[in-house]
C-alpha cells in the first residue's frame, strides 16, 4: 500500500470516528438499538481503517491527525447536531489542535531532512 492510500484511509478513518462519536451519542447509552448497532459497525470500520493506515504510515504523525480530525470533528457536530456552545474560547483550543497538528508535521519534516 502506499504512503498515499494510507493517508486516504487514516482521513476516512477519521471521518468515521466523528460518525462513531454521533451515532454512539444518538444511542443514548446504548438504550437505542439502531443507533447502538449502527455505532458499534462505525467503530469496527474506523477501527480497521486506522489499524491498515498505520501499517505505513508513522505513528506519531497519523495517531496526532487521526485524533485531530476526531476532535475537531466531534466539536464540529455537537454545535451543528446537538446544538452545543461555541464561544471564542472553544473555537481558539480547536485552532490551537490544528496549529499542533500542522506543527508536529512540519517538525517531523525537518527531523527527516535533518
Do not use: C
Request: charged share 5%; no cysteine.
Amino acid at each position: 500500500m502506499s504512503a498515499a492510500t494510507g493517508w486516504t484511509l487514516l482521513v476516512l478513518s477519521g471521518v468515521l470516528d466523528v460518525f462513531w462519536a454521533l451515532a454512539t451519542k444518538k444511542s443514548n447509552g446504548m438504550t437505542h438499538w439502531g443507533w447502538g448497532l449502527l455505532s458499534i459497525l462505525l467503530l469496527a470500520a474506523f477501527v480497521f481503517s486506522l489499524a491498515r493506515a498505520l501499517s505505513v504510515l508513522p505513528l506519531g504523525m497519523a495517531y496526532a491527525v487521526w485524533t485531530g480530525i476526531g476532535a475537531v470533528g466531534s466539536v464540529a457536530v455537537g454545535t451543528i447536531v446537538f446544538g452545543e456552545p461555541l464561544g471564542a474560547q472553544r473555537i481558539a483550543y480547536v485552532a490551537i489542535i490544528v496549529i499542533a497538528i500542522v506543527g508536529l508535521h512540519l517538525g517531523t519534516g525537518q527531523e527527516a531532512a535533518g
